[in-house]
């Protein structure tokens, strides 16, 4: 029963944030609501107004100047973690009708694996214990819940060229991390979990005095365990890369596994509860598309075509909000 109940919980893991990644429309699609703030279904954003356009007729008839590409900058950057970052901590105050569900469905399965976290946890000690492969690739694994994520964020950044789409996923990459680092931080502050490591695996929450604790002698990282950084961290990156390269069939399928991985990783190598992961992994899933939806809301580029004093021409708007 006890491994019944392990493999049960660790597919809710799978399933769960897969289920969100499926949720909201495909990217280019239009809503009515420019202002419209977070929401778990993240619905995709809509056309901002125009603030430049490049037309170029095909019959040359008409000498227009080359219009440069749509770049960043350390001010619209900043701009736009800043705005990302206040959706982030004022969505309880604007909690949709559409969101109810996969809140209420979250809370019922975290409470179902809370309650069940010590049996499940022991479980999958022992199978780690069991399988000699697990002891040998679950170390190197959940090193991409945090170096691994940071150095792949890290090459999009090295390699991508302005106004390149490897530049744009490397900057949304690292926008949507440490948005989950700055939330996490306080969650794990707010709740003071104990790490399974500590008393033989007995679960304790002690809320914020027990996190505070840790800067007392020997207490570094006891009450820091829900949700889990790791999992957050992979599952953020994972939905901004499978955003990004969406059209592609393997990129979002090894994402979600190397994040998957990494959740499972965590509970094997005694560092979080399963329950910590789950929603550690569901929040990534969250930011990460409200990063990437935000930022296209922001910046849409609309190619169109028209008759200009009797040539075909071709233009490219590029939109802000």
Not at 68 to 87: H, M, Q, V, Y
Not at 157 to 186: D, H, M, N, Y
Not at 214 to 228: I, V
């Amino acid at each position: 029963m006890k491994k019944q109940k392990a493999w049960v919980a660790t597919f809710l893991l799978l399933i769960l944030p897969l289920s969100l990644f499926a949720q909201g429309p495909m990217s280019g699609e239009t809503k009515s609501d420019p202002a419209r703030n977070i929401s778990l279904s993240m619905p995709s954003a809509p056309a901002a107004p125009t603030v430049s356009a490049l037309a170029v007729s095909s019959a040359f008839s008409q000498s227009t100047p080359a219009a440069a590409p749509w770049s960043l900058s350390f001010s619209s950057i900043t701009r736009d973690f800043l705005k990302d970052a206040g959706e982030i901590w004022s969505y309880p105050f604007h909690i949709q009708t559409r969101d109810i569900l996969p809140i209420a469905s979250l809370a019922v399965v975290t409470g179902f694996l809370i309650a069940n976290d010590e049996a499940i946890h022991r479980g999958f000690i022992q199978y780690r214990m069991n399988n000699s492969w697990v002891k040998a690739v679950s170390p190197f694994i959940t090193q991409m819940g945090s170096y691994g994520s940071w150095a792949i964020a890290a090459a999009f950044l090295l390699f991508g060229r302005q106004g390149s789409k490897t530049l744009e996923t490397g900057v949304l990459a690292w926008s949507a991390i440490l948005q989950c680092g700055i939330l996490t931080t306080f969650l794990k502050g707010m709740f003071g979990r104990q790490r399974p490591f500590w008393d033989n695996g007995v679960d304790r929450w002690s809320g914020p005095v027990g996190f505070f604790s840790r800067f007392g002698s020997g207490q570094l990282g006891r009450y820091d365990s829900f949700p889990g950084g790791h999992s957050i961290t992979a599952f953020s990156l994972a939905t901004v890369l499978a955003m990004q390269y969406r059209e592609s069939v393997w990129v979002p399928i090894l994402s979600y596994t190397m994040a998957t991985g990494v959740a499972l990783s965590r509970v094997t190598e005694n560092k979080h509860w399963l329950s910590d992961c789950l929603v550690g992994g569901f929040l990534g899933c969250v930011i990460g598309r409200m990063v990437v939806l935000n930022h296209r809301s922001r910046y849409h580029i609309l190619p169109t075509a028209g008759v200009v004093n009797g040539s075909l021409s071709f233009a490219l708007t590029v939109s802000s909000r």
